[in-house]
């Protein structure tokens, strides 16, 4: 047909901008403030359990499940380094992959390949892996998980987060949850230091 326009394309657009938008309006809000540096939002899916410990200018942010029957944890680890070390991606992957090592020798992937988080604000790593001894159809105790991911986030020159993520399978609804609110995560910069 000539001079027909395809709308489909700005119709899914638009589709996945009112769903995720919808999506916020039900998500429970995380705040980490760190005064003159800014503020870190988080927005978690689901029904979340949050911990926040700010001790001598860290920050540790530990979210687990409210319901006993879903196996899973992240905790976050927020510090505010005196001088960048992980200027560049390339830096960062590589140590990222170099803390994985330990993870990697007990994993079903037996090496540390790191995966770039999708973030708005800054650049981050981070590697998974499936613990060899509870792969399978056998539920892991709880508190142990079947798979893990370990990483980092540059989210500034002087902000680093660290991050550990446990559930039972990558594509489990949890973890899902946590990896998507890492990755729409939003950061609010401040005055400086």
Do not use: H
């Not at 938008?21 to 899916?45: H, I, N, P, S, Y």
């Not at 792969?135 to 986030?153: D, H, M």
């Not at 680093?160 to 609804?173: H, K, T, V």
């Amino acid at each position: 047909m000539i001079g027909a326009v395809n709308v489909w394309p700005a119709m899914k657009k638009f589709l996945a901008l009112f769903l995720l938008t919808c999506a916020g309006a039900f998500a429970q809000e995380q705040v980490l403030d760190f005064g003159a540096r800014g503020k870190l939002t988080l927005f978690l899916l689901g029904d979340w359990k949050a911990v926040v410990i700010n001790m001598a200018g860290q920050y540790e942010v530990t979210f687990t499940p409210r319901k006993e029957s879903i196996n899973a944890s992240c905790s976050f680890k927020v510090t505010f380094p005196d001088v960048d070390r992980y200027d560049t991606k390339a830096r960062l992957k590589l140590r990222v992959e170099a803390d994985g090592a330990a993870f990697a020798e007990q994993s079903v992937e037996g090496k540390a390949y790191a995966k770039e988080f999708l973030i708005g604000t800054g650049y981050g790593f981070y590697c998974n892996f499936t613990d060899a001894a509870l792969r399978g159809n056998k539920p892991a105790p709880p508190g142990e998980f079947k798979v893990v991911s370990a990483g980092k986030i540059r989210l500034t020159p002087e902000i680093l987060i660290e991050i550990f993520l446990g559930a039972d399978s990558f594509r489990d609804e949890a973890y899902q949850q946590i990896l998507g609110a890492i990755e729409g995560m939003e950061f609010k910069p401040g005055r400086g230091r």
